[in-house]
T-cell receptor, first 111, second 112 residues
Framework: DADVTQTPRNRITKTGKRIMLECSQT?????MYWYRQDPGLGLRLIYY???????NKGEISDGYSVSRQAQAKFSLSLESAIPNQTALYFCATRAPGGELFFGEGSRLTVL | KNQVEQSPQSLIILEGKNCTLQCNYTVSPFSNLRWYKQDTGRGPVSLTIMTFSENTKSNGRYTATLDADTKQSSLHITASQLSDSASYIC???????????FGTGTRLKVLA
């Protein structure tokens, strides 16, 4: 099994729908991140969490929310999806030495 | 402004040939620089880390260099293989913060 698991891997939805992307990890890392990847752009930080009680906005948090249900689980929600949120989303954990471990990605299409 | 720029954007080479990918950064203060490999449809995976005091580091056929004075790094791939076809992303850590600054990547295609 993968160390960082994302579900769903692919999702097509309609404008205005609520979407949740889930992430779970077996690395035992405290720090978790949600990134968005768009063609021609570097990964951009949406939200990050240093532990269950510490959640922070990243550079592009508008339109998104997160929940850290446990050390191992970090979910990303789109309350009302819009077409420009169509992207590839990555969850990552951070090892103590700073290396990021990424999930396989969740490809979201908003029609 | 903290930025990471990579060149070229894309590269096509024949199997067995060598290639070099470039990364220039303006991130300050600098903590370290990592190269990640991202296969199509997969998450990025770390290849190597370069700290301020390191000039060269190898990981198999991958050799990374860092010039902290000019704020440049390169990733050299020796004797390329078809499996090297991927995007290579340069990521710079901002010292003392949570921040990782990502380059846009170089897309490498190795042809048989």
């Amino acid at each position: 099994d993968a160390d960082v698991t994302q579900t769903p891997r692919n999702r097509i939805t309609k404008t205005g729908k609520r979407i949740m992307l889930e992430c779970s990890q077996t690395k035992g890392h405290d720090r978790m991140y949600w990134y968005r990847q768009d063609p021609g752009l570097g990964l951009r930080l949406i939200y990050y969490s240093f532990d269950v009680k510490d959640i922070n906005k990243g550079e592009i948090s508008d339109g998104y929310s997160v929940s850290r249900q446990a050390q191992a689980k970090f979910s990303l929600s789109l309350e009302s999806a819009i077409p420009n949120q169509t992207a590839l989303y990555f969850c990552a954990t951070r090892a103590p030495g700073g290396e990021l471990f990424f999930g396989e990605g969740s490809r979201l299409t908003v029609l | 402004k903290n930025q990471v720029e990579q060149s070229p954007q894309s590269l096509i080479i024949l199997e067995g040939k060598n290639c070099t990918l470039q990364c220039n950064y303006t991130v300050s203060p600098f903590s370290n620089l990592r190269w990640y490999k991202q296969d199509t449809g997969r998450g990025p995976v770390s290849l190597t880390i370069m700290t301020f005091s390191e000039n060269t580091k190898s990981n198999g056929r991958y050799t990374a260099t860092l010039d902290a004075d000019t704020k440049q790094s390169s990733l050299h791939i020796t004797a390329s293989q078809l499996s090297d076809s991927a995007s290579y992303i340069c990521v710079v850590s901002h010292s003392g913060t949570y921040k990782y600054i990502f380059g846009t990547g170089t897309r490498l295609k190795v042809l048989a």
